[in-house]
């Protein structure tokens, strides 16, 4: 079922590779036996992820799964499921449990954790979000969380190229190419319009050192708190710009037992935080007041 991610053509397999007969690209495995499927890969050895933060998404991914996918994926009836950006890949692991066809893609630098764990090599791949090894209208659930912010950054991390629209225009089409009609699209990431983040730091190599980026920066090591602009050019979304991209209604899901919070040190702080999502009203999902967008789109 796997397709050339950059003509959609049938690729013939021979041994260890993966042959695009369209436009002759070759796509083998890595040195972890995951294929990959990209023409260049990133270098993003900076950012590449330990052993702790292997563990800590091993932890975060089955609670939220558990927590909270599960419900959402079992509201209607599917078979099919591709995680864009699957990390660890626990969510994966538990839905082919059940029978499930499901498929993690990720960056060339998680495989090893792949590996290290035994993760199948016919379910894992190595792919851009951009440019996705399957047929078009094949998944009845598509999801991408955290992910979309980080799409047509400098490095994978806070810095926007010049491009960044492009790309990001470029991930939206392709989650929904791959997609069947009538879909279900989850996209996640902190909500831009809400002026603290607790999930990203404030300043990367390539943002300018002003006045304004190193007193953000101070201020989030001494709270975890990033304050950020809520307008602009900014890595992170609104709920408005993920309907915009995606050209199509979005619906805010609730964000109740989304986050585990274990960015948030202290008992009290954590306790405070459940209690602002779990109460938060439906018709406020949308606004300034929801720290984080949990959208979901129909193709």
Known sequence: MLVCPYCHKTLSKTEGAYLCVSCDEIFSQNQYGYFTFLKQVPNFNEYEPYEEYAARQDQAGKRQYYEYLADFFYQQPFQTVVDVGCGMGIGIL??????????GVDLPLVSRFWAQRGYPQEFFFCADATALPFPDDYFDIVYSMGVIEHIGTIGGHFSLRDDYQVLRRNYADELLRVAKP?????????NKSFPLDFQHGALDDHMPRNIINLIRHYLYNKTKANIHQTWGKYHLLSYREIGQLFKRPVE?????DFLGFSTISGKLARRLAKSYFSHLPGFLRKTWVNPYVVALVIK
């Not at 538990?94 to 498929?103: D, F, Q, V």
């Not at 009538?182 to 902190?190: Q, V």
């Not at 805010?252 to 109740?256: D, E, G, M, N, Y």
């Open 94 to 103: 538990e839905l082919r449990k059940r029978s499930c066809e499901a498929y």
């Open 182 to 190: 009538g879909g279900r699209i989850l996209i996640s990431c902190p």
């Open 252 to 256: 805010a899901l609730p964000v109740k």
